[in-house]
Structures are given as C-alpha cells and as structure tokens.
C-alpha cells in the first residue's frame, strides 16, 4: 500500500481559530496500464474506452494506480473513481476532443453535471481517496470554444456567459490530490471542486492565452479544508476564485472555509479572488506568500447584490507584485460592463467608472433594503506585507451604502502607481499603508469612506 500524505500549514483566523486544510489519499499497489486496456496513444484514434476500462477495472479489483505512458492520448470524458490515482508519465497528454455532442449530460452522467448540460473532460462525483498527479499534462483543444463564445458575445453585445464544459471537475467528494500535472486551455474554467472538502492542488500549471474567456484555473466552490500551493499561473481569467453559490444547513456561519493559498506564481490573469458568488459564505482563507506578474488583478472580493453573503476572516500575507494593473480590489458591487458602447456611455454619463471589464455605479447610488444571504456583507479583512511596482491604480474599496465593508486593514503595504486607492462606503485602517501615486491623489475617499491615516 502506498500512502502519500499532503498536509498543508495550520490556518489560523483572525479570530484565532485553527482549522487545517489537507488531502490525505493512499493506494494499492495495483498498477493497471491503459496501454494494456487497448490506449494507441497516437492522437488519431480515440482511446477514451480503453482509459475507461482502465479505470473500472482498477476500481472493481480494489483501486490502484492507472498509469499513462508516454504518448498523445484523443479522449472524449472520462469519469474517474474511489481509489483511483490516474498517473501521467512525463511527455504524456490527454487531449480532449472537441465535438459538443460527448460533453453533454445524459441520464447515465446526470452526477456529473457540471453547469447547464454538460459535463468535464475528466469527471469526478461522489468519491473519495482520488488524485491525478504526474508530469503529463492535459489539453482541452479551447481555441473552437472561445471562438463560438466569441461569436454569441458579438451577438448579445455581452459577455457571452461560461456555457462550456471545464476540463476537470470534482464534485461531493473527499480527500483529493491534484499534483504535479500541466492543465492547458480549457473551454472554461480548469479545475473547479464544488461541495468537497479535504483537496490539495500542488505544482501545477495552469496555462491558456491571456484572451481566452473565462479560463479561471481553480474554482473551489462551496468546498472546505484545501491548500493550493506551488502552482503556476498565466491565464485568461481568475488564478483562484473562491465562490459559495448556496447556503449549507450544517454550515450555516461558512458554506466555504479554511482555504490556504501559498507559495504559488502567476502571469497573466485576474488575480487571486474570492467571489463572485458568495450566498453561502466565506471565512477563514489565507492568501501568502504568492507572486504575481503582469496580471490585470492582484487580489480581490468581488461579489455584487443578490449573489453576496458574509465574507469575513480574510488574510493577505506577503503577497509580491510587478506590473499587476489593479494589485487590490474589494467591492460588493461586480458587473461586467458588456460589449454594447453606447450602453456604457449612456451609463456613464450619470456618473461611476469602468474598471477591467466591470462598470461601478457613482457615490450617489441609493440604498436598498438588507437581505442576508443576497447581500454583500465584508468584513475582517486585512492586508499586511504586500509590495507592488507599475501599477496603474492601487486599488478599490466600495461598499455599499446599506452594508459597507468593515475591517480592512492595512498593514506594511507599499503600492507604487499612477492613481492611489479609492474608497467609498467602508472603514479602513490606513496606517500601515504607504502609496507612492504619481497623480499625487494616494487615497481618495467618497461618500461613506472612513479612512484611519497614520
């Protein structure tokens, strides 16, 4: 029996709570070679029924380790199981083909769902004691999917939604390891683990073009007890966006907790984020130690009215960034701006601004009633031993006017930009907040914004 144990560092809260975010997986000795089942690993003929027998066969005599030669390897999905590895030697690839027709849910695969009908290239539900580790890596052909969303975006002037598989999805499971593999252009999003707990993503890459849609590289959602470490980012969307998309009834304080992001490097993206959904709540998440390059955000909550819960107990620890252009934004409002122009202008012409791809309504936007569970609610966060170089605006805090952002600290920050940071409906502690703005405007405060200065 081999055990491979992943333990992450100890997670404590601001509250001074401790949890600890770990996957702990351990296999047979079995070994079952897909080549054996029939794999040509040619990237011609579809190899995905020898993997799958692969993969039952090793499940039914008691799990064990489905190893992947060398080789390029056409597979349709795949549906991983209970003890279960799914090993990739170095130089070896799965490369997802790109027909509609195999990603869609059927009543066989209904556990699978993903979003809307369909399914992952590689699909995990309802499991425990699963990895994926090794030196390959995993392709999903993405460039015909942006194209078409591209098409729709065009058509509905809009964003053009993320009505695509994802590459590789896990589901109501435990004890998962993600390690060592490349995951390479997504339809969408690349890994995404909803309603699991105990999961560790390690030394990974997560690559796509800087203009592919919506290719977040993790999505832990509505998950708990994960560490995320030593990974490398350069994608088109989120490196990490941490989401509660529902309340849990045996978590009511948090449907997610005790996230660990560390150690981790990234380029192009839009930063290390929780949100945008957060109904279910959010507490307890470290974000250390990480660095980021070139990326359009740098860390960030974002979750906007009707989509919002309490988020609360964030820590951003020694976090490094160069050329990153926002390297901070903490806002409960996020609504993309859309592809209509003159809809934009006319918005704009009644005051607020455009930043990324979101468009923020003016100061004057009026209050409305308070609804736990739809309302943003942010609070007990704090931010200490950051350093950012060439950015062009610090950041944004902007809370609204019937909840405002609570508890932002800032401790040891050092931002040097073209615009300093804006704050409107939230109560900052500035003191240990230093921005050199080359407009000479550091912190400009807006309705409801209570700055502590040193």
């Given at each position: ?261 560390r150690g981790n490097k990234g380029l192009a993206g839009r930063g290390i984020c929780i949100g945008s959904e957060t109904i279910g709540g959010v ?172």
């Amino acid at each position: 029996m081999k055990t491979i144990s992943c333990v992450a560092a100890t997670l404590v809260a601001c509250l001074g709570s401790e949890a600890s975010a770990q996957a702990r997986v351990s296999f047979p000795d079995r070994i079952c070679d897909v080549r054996t089942y029939g794999a040509k690993g040619t990237r011609v003929f579809l190899d995905t029924d020898a993997f799958q027998r692969a993969i039952d066969d090793c499940a039914a005599k008691g799990g064990g380790t489905v190893n992947v030669p060398r080789g390029e390897y056409l597979i349709a999905p795949i549906f991983l199981r209970s003890n279960i590895r799914l090993h990739l030697a170095p130089w070896s690839e799965l490369v997802g083909i790109t027909d509609t027709g195999p990603y869609k849910v059927t009543r066989a695969t209904q556990a699978y769902v993903t979003n809307a009908d369909w399914i992952a290239l590689i699909n995990i539900a309802d499991a425990d004691n699963v990895a994926i580790t090794g030196k390959g890596r995993i392709d999903g052909q993405g460039a015909s999917w942006w194209d078409r969303w591209r098409e729709q975006a065009r058509a509905a002037k809009s964003g053009g939604g993320t009505n695509r598989p994802r590459l590789v999805h896990a589901a109501r499971s435990r004890n998962l390891l993600f390690d060592g593999i490349g995951l390479y252009n997504s339809p969408s999003f690349h890994l995404v683990v909803k309603d699991s707990e105990n999961v560790t993503v390690s030394n990974m890459r997560f690559v796509a073009l800087a203009h592919s849609p919506n290719t977040d590289a993790i999505d832990p959602i509505d998950t708990r007890n994960m560490l995320i470490t030593g990974n490398f980012f350069d994608v088109g969307d989120d490196v990490v966006a941490i989401k509660s998309l529902k309340p849990n009834p045996a978590r009511p304080g948090a449907a997610v907790e005790n996230i660990v992001i560390r150690g981790n490097k990234g380029l192009a993206g839009r930063g290390i984020c929780i949100g945008s959904e957060t109904i279910g709540g959010v507490r307890n998440v470290i974000v250390e130690d990480n660095e980021l390059t070139g990326a359009m955000y740098g860390i960030r909550i974002k979750t906007p009215r009707g989509r919002g819960g309490l988020v609360q107990d964030i820590v951003f620890r020694n976090n490094r960034m160069t050329d990153v252009e926002t390297p901070m934004v903490f806002s409960a409002y996020y609504e993309g701006a859309g592809y209509d122009e003159t809809a934009v202008a006319n918005r704009l012409a009644q005051g607020g601004f455009v930043l990324g791809h979101q468009i923020y309504p003016p100061e004057t936007d009026p209050v409305q009633p308070y609804k736990p569970g739809s309302t943003p609610w942010i609070r007990n966060v704090r931010v200490e031993g950051l350093t950012a170089t060439g950015a062009d605006r610090a950041g944004i805090v902007v809370g609204l006017p019937e909840r405002g952002i609570e508890g932002l600290t800032f401790r040891d920050v050092r931002i040097k930009s073209r615009r300093g940071l804006l704050v409107r409906h939230a109560r900052v502690d500035a003191r240990g907040l230093r921005i050199d703005a080359s407009d000479r405007r550091p912190l400009v405060r807006e309705r409801g914004g209570e700055v502590t200065r040193p």
